[in-house]
């Protein structure tokens, strides 16, 4: 499989550990779980990073892609 962007992410040894054992015992890499996580905590909480500005948004920009086979 080939990646157009990629990003370098760092876990402590007990992190690292957890993640290898999900990864072992779901039979996915750790890459595959992780972003998994990433795009299921973006999807659940899209006001978590954004700033304070008074406005609100009716539809999660994130993770919309443009399609609509979510």
Sequence with gaps: ?????RISV?????????LERLSSHTQKS???LIRTMVEEFLRD??????LKTGTSRETNI???HGTDDN
């Design 1 to 5: 499989m080939t990646v157009k962007n």
């Design 10 to 18: 760092s876990f402590d040894d007990a992190e690292f550990e957890i």
């Design 30 to 32: 750790k890459a595959e």
């Design 45 to 50: 909480n899209p006001n978590r990073f954004r």
């Design 62 to 64: 994130l993770l919309d």
